[in-house]
């Protein structure tokens, strides 16, 4: 049993900085690719940033700049630091990992989300 769990999301200004994290648990050998996707209201999810386990990152255009993604193998952690947020940021943040089990089988798992809005 893996699970992800996320933390960090909340009520923000704009211009407002949040940082999410994003703990694995369980039945873990390894850890390849870690990212970060929000869904906002009526709209599709999408990738916001992915992190493989040497640290090479990708960021869907919008928020290049401003967000960073990051992790700690150790920890089986990832993070995502966000600044100069504006309201459109506002979604529901998940996130997700290609994880190993002690099987050797690789699988995606999602974590249940945290929410960040951004609003004055």
């Known amino acids: 049993q893996v699970q992800l769990v996320e933390s960090g999301g909340g009520l923000v200004q704009p211009g407002g900085s949040l940082r999410l994290s994003c703990a694995a648990s369980?039945?873990?050998?390894?850890?390849?690719?870690m990212g970060w996707y929000r869904q906002a209201p009526g709209q599709q999810r999408e990738l916001v940033a992915h992190?493989?386990?040497?640290?090479?990152?990708n960021y869907v255009d919008s928020v290049k700049g401003r967000f960073t993604i990051s992790r700690e193998n150790a920890k089986n952690t990832v993070y995502l630091q966000m600044n100069s947020l504006k309201p459109e940021d506002t979604a529901e943040y998940y996130c997700?990992?290609?994880?190993?089990?002690?099987?050797?089988?690789?699988?995606?798992?999602w974590g249940k989300g945290t929410l960040v809005t951004v609003s004055s």
């Open positions: 997700n990992a290609d994880i190993q089990t002690y099987g050797l089988a690789f699988y995606n798992y």
């Open positions: 369980g039945n873990i050998f390894n850890i390849n690719r």
């Open positions: 992190i493989t386990r040497s640290g090479n990152t």
